[in-house]
């Protein structure tokens, strides 16, 4: 089963994703070097099993690359597609499309979840940077009150970004990139991950804690864990309590993580603030207070890749084609065994 690497052929590669999305997603000379890596029979990607092109495509196809919008990989997807080796992902979770089927035939699976890492923890590091300085409520505050009295009156608690402390949820991928990210500057950085070894920890320059010790001694907590049934509600009202007066809550993970009802209940006490790139439900409901809450900074998911940053993903995916082809282990393999754990 899969490509004969050893014959020298070219791989046959056959694209499966929104069509809306390949303009942005590879560039001309990124399908370029698609082309001179494997054979692309037809550049226009697949959204449907079910469309005319898809029974020759699939019969023949030994790399998958994928994107946003792949229709499911299930058994029956798979038996059209008796060729296939690589599901190559230019985006972050297969979860959504690999299913069993394919791990249980052997086909390999990469993803580019590490590229989309990175504008995740840019934005993470941003978002940390402005609300040590209570940036996003001074905003709205000055717009409010045309005076500089709610920037005075912020010296009472501590403020800005010398000697504060972030706390990070998960050493995850986009959580050890923000811990990169957060180098240079003169923070103290702790993190809260069941699955890192203290030592770990310690070698990348974070101090390990407790989650409840986490909430309850940092200035920003920056959430970076997937979504799994242990992480639901990770964050319920009892742990929302343990975070301090006047702190911020960063959430660029996902929604599931918090409890919304208690977050509601805190942000419209106005007793902590928040920056909210991912809510449970998405969208929030129409009357969602958090849209107009002048503590909250709530923006519509956008701190993964968009427009030309998604070029990174398909750099890494190009990269992985590149060693397949090469017969070389991938750098980025999805390991069905860690699956659960992650994003
Ligand atoms: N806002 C966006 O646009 C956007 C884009 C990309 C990713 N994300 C989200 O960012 C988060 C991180 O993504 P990733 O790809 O870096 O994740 P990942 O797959 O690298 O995370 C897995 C790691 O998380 C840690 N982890 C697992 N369970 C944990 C727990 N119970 N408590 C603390 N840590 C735990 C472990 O270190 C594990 O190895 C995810 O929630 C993902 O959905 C959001």
Redesign the pocket.
């Known amino acids: 089963m899969g490509a004969d690497r050893s014959s020298g052929a070219a791989p046959v590669a056959v694209l499966a994703m929104s069509p809306f999305l390949t303009p942005k997603l590879f560039t001309r000379a990124q399908l370029d070097r698609l082309g001179r890596l494997c054979r692309v029979p037809d550049e226009r990607p697949l959204s449907d099993f079910g469309e005319a092109r898809a029974e020759a495509l699939l019969a023949e196809a030994q790399v998958l690359v994928t994107g946003w919008g792949c229709p499911l990989l299930d058994a029956p997807a798979l038996e059209r597609a008796p060729r296939l080796a690589l599901v190559a992902h230019a985006a ?2 297969v979860k959504p499309l690999v299913t069993e089927a394919v791990f249980a035939r052997g086909v390999e699976v990469t993803s580019a ?1 590490a590229a ?2 990175v504008p ?1 923890a840019e934005y993470a590091l941003a978002a940390i940077l402005l609300a040590n300085k209570r940036a996003f409520a001074l905003q709205r505050a000055y717009a409010a009150e045309r005076s500089f009295k709610p920037m005075l009156e912020a010296h009472a608690r501590p403020l800005g970004n010398y000697g504060r402390v972030v706390g990070l ?7 050890r990139k923000l811990i990169e990210l957060l180098r240079p500057f003169a923070l103290r950085v702790q993190v ?5 070894p203290d030592e770990e920890a310690r070698a990348l320059g974070v101090e390990p804690v407790a989650l409840d010790t986490l909430l309850a001694t940092s200035d920003v907590v920056s959430l ?5 049934p ?2 639901r509600h ?1 964050l319920d009202a009892r742990r929302l309590g343990l975070m301090r007066d006047g702190t911020t809550l960063v959430n ?3 929604g599931a993580l918090v409890d919304h009802d208690a977050l509601e209940k805190e942000l419209v006490s106005g007793r902590i603030e928040a920056v909210i ?2 809510t449970e439900p998405e969208v929030l409901p129409a009357d969602s207070p958090l849209y107009e809450l002048p503590n909250v900074f709530l923006t519509p ?4 890749s968009m427009g030309e940053e998604t070029q990174r993903m398909s750099e890494l995916v190009l990269e992985e084609i590149e060693r397949f082809v090469r017969g070389e282990p991938l750098a980025h393999r999805v390991d069905p065994e860690l699956l659960p ?3």
Do not use: K
Not at 192 to 196: E, G, K, T, V
Not at 224 to 228: D, G, K, L, N, Q
Not at 301 to 304: D, N
């Open positions: 972050g979770t979840a989309n890492a995740v949820v998960g050493a995850s991928r986009v959580g809260f991950d069941p699955y890192l970076h864990a997937p979504s799994t242990e992480t990770l660029t993970a996902r790139d991912t998911h956008i701190a993964g754990r992650l994003a």
